[in-house]
Each structure stands twice: as C-alpha cells, then as structure tokens.
C-alpha cells in the first residue's frame, strides 16, 4: 500500500514537476540513510512552520512547470520562445520574489524560526530575480500570452492595415451580398484559407463573378469574387507581416531570456524542491500528524537509551511516556483508512451543501413544491449519513513495544483489526524515514530501519507442495 501513499502525498504538490518529484522522492524509500532522513523531518517540520505563519504565500499551483521547462528548453536549443511559455517564466520570478519576502518575513519571528527556516529556504532566498526581465516580458507579452501592439512599431503599422483591410472586404462582402437579386439563393461570408469569400446555397448561379474555391450539394459553392481578389491578396501579405514583426519581437525577447538562463533553472529547481517538502508538509497537516523522534537503535545492544519525558495530558499516558520504549506510537491511524473516512465525510458535507443551496434556490424562483419535498428528503438522508460518519471514525492503534522486545505476536479472531495494525506500523516506518508526519498522537518514537519487510497473503501452492506455513516460511527465508 506503500504506492496509495506516495500518490497521496504528491497529490498535495501544487505543480506537476513538484507531484512528480514527489512521488519519485517517496518510492526511494530504501535507500534513505539515517542522516538524510533526519534532514527531510527537518525540511518537513519547517515547511509546517512556514505555512502556519505564511498560508498562501506557499501555494504553488499557479505555476505552470511545463511552460517553464519548455521555454527553458527551447531557449537553451536556439529556438524561438512562445508567448505563454515567457508569462509562465515572469509567473515563477514573481512567485518566487513574493516567496522570499514572506520567508524572510517568517525568519525574523524568532530565532528558532531562523534556525528551522534557513536550511532549507538558503538557497531559494539567495536565487537572483531579475526585475529588469521580467519588465521586458510584461512589456512585449500580454497576460494571454500574445504578443502586444507595442512590441515593436513595426508591428503595430502591420495590424492596423490588417484592420483596415479586413474591414474594407467586409464592407465588401456585404454590399454585394446586398447588391445580389437571386431570391432563390441564400448567401453569407465565410473565410478559406484566411481568405474572404461567400457561401452560397440554391439552385441559380451567383450573381457577381467569381472563382470558385470549392462546392458540394449539401455545404453549397464557396465563391471569392473576383473584385475581393487584390483586398484579399493584400490581406494575406499583410498578415505575413504581422507574423514576421511577431517573430522578430520574441526572438529580441529569446535573446534577452537566454542571458538570464541560469538563474532561471535555479529558480524552477528550487521551486520544485520546496513545492516537495511543502507537499509532505500539507500532508501531514491535513491528517493532523505528529513530528516523529526517529532514533538509530545502538545495533549492538538491539535497544535505545531511554525515552525523555514528554508532558502528557492523563497520568497514565505520562507513566508511559517515561518509560524507556523501543516503539512509542500512540493513537495510530492506518494512512489510507483515515484519508478514506475524511474523503468520504469532505464528499458527503460538499453534497448536503448543495442540496441546502438547490432547495432555497427553488424557495427563491417558487418552482415545483414536490421536486422540492424529494430534495428535502434526500437532504435529511444525507444529515444522516454526515452524522454516521462523524461518529464511525477510524479507530486508532497503540503500539508500545518495550526495549527488550525483539519480535512481536499479534493474535486474535478474524476481521479483528491483526494485518491493518501490522501495515500501520510498517507504514508509519516508512513515512519517518522519507520525512513525513506520523499520523498519531504526540509523543510518537520510532527507529529507523534500513528495511521493512511485508509478507502477508496465503502463501499456499499445491504445485510446489507448498502447505501455508511452508509458504510463508520459504518467502520469510
């Protein structure tokens, strides 16, 4: 289930490099060493701190990634950049100078929040924006991604013949369809192949002279007149040289990006870094985890000097707490059977939402009283079902395993709740190590292992002679 998991996590990333990364990141698991994974609960705890004090400051899903990538391909390969690809890379410079006056912001709190904060923000307040080209941009880019009048003289001349030749052909096109005595014919412009012309449908002829473009029973005879011919061809000649003004103004611009190509990489590699750490941060968040004490066990001695003490809200669990455990991870909750319930109870708030909002609506316009009834009915039916689900949460585990155990024996009836316990924990392992919140009650302790092995399933297989127990015995060995 390790997979679902790392396909949750991502889902929290705001761009689809920061997903990808994610989810990339958390499949490499195995190859983690203590000290890395001490580093990403670090990343992850200032991540949370960050959001707390920052909130939309870190939201990531208004960057387009792709674009940036693109542009930043097509520059570094001596094309010719797009108009929406140089709005993607003005839109990751202004995030990423709003970002570090938020993030300096957070830093001067205290000096705890510097000391979290700076390790992993370091880079990315260093990282060089370049206002000058982000002006260049704006000036010849429009936020749609076209290129403006005022991006070069040139170009501005060339659209306006272009507007008044378009004009001229439709003042054109509609005289003649005036001027046009044939009641049996229906008539009307339309463009081919950039060019003015008109449709006509019916059985006569047209009555202006004309070249015929193309004909069918059904789509009627397309007709340029031979009077629209010069107008025509002129428009086509203006409208190359839009392109070409257009192509000149983002070369110019190409130019101008390529000079600043480096620290743009920069800014997208830092930016799909921290969109990573932020997504295990809104994580962890979201299911209300706790930051892990993940610990090396001393190998020799297979146990762990004891436990600090943590404040505790009943005096048992601070009994517990004190005592020196291998594993400590109260209330534990399987990942995929909390988000499960919470999706289900976000879907069924959203619906009665909406069924709240259709009947006063129907109040408002007085429409059907019955249809109405059925919607209060289903409503009360949903109230029902939200109050269902509040009730029903998922029940929390605890795992308390002494120092001086080694191997653990869950038994128990059957649907009794033995393989979720055994994938919570497992789980929980491998989300410590990978940097992410546990999802249980403070305090959590955990070691770090190198590895987790599962094998869970019926093992049995009459073709190898294989009896459950052997099964299970040879895939252990």
Partial sequence: EWGKVCRAVASFAGTAHGREATEKQLW???????????????????????????????????????????AINCVSGGSVIKGQEAMAVVSLMLFVESLQVTIRAAMKQDEDSHNLLLPLTETILDAVVSKLLVKSIQDVIDDDGSVKDTASPELRRYRDQVQALESRLCQLMDKLIRNADNEASLSEVSIVNGRCCIKITGDKSSSFDGLLLSSGSDAGSMIEPIIAVPLNDELQGARALVVRAELEALSKLTDKILLELDNIQILMQETVTLDKVTARARYSIAYDGTLPDLYLPNIEHGIVNAAKDEPASTTSSAQLTKRPWKLFIPNAYHPLLLQQHQENLRRTKKDVASATAEIRRRRIYGQDIAEEDQLASELDFMKIRVSELERNHPIPVDFMIAEETTVLVITGPNTGGKTISLKTVGLASLMAKIGL?????????????????????????????????????????
């Fill in 28 to 70: 490499g698991v195995e190859s983690v060493s203590y000290e890395r994974s001490r580093k990403l609960l670090r990343e992850t705890e200032a991540a949370v701190r960050l959001l707390g004090s920052s909130g939309g400051a870190l939201d990531f899903s208004g960057l387009d990634t792709v674009a940036v990538e693109s």
């Fill in 437 to 477: 919140y546990i999802l249980a009650s403070e305090p959590v302790k955990i070691p770090w292992f190198d590895a987790v092995y599962a094998d869970i399933g019926d093992e049995q297989s009459l073709t190898q002679s294989l009896s459950t127990f052997s099964g299970h015995l040879k895939q252990i060995g």
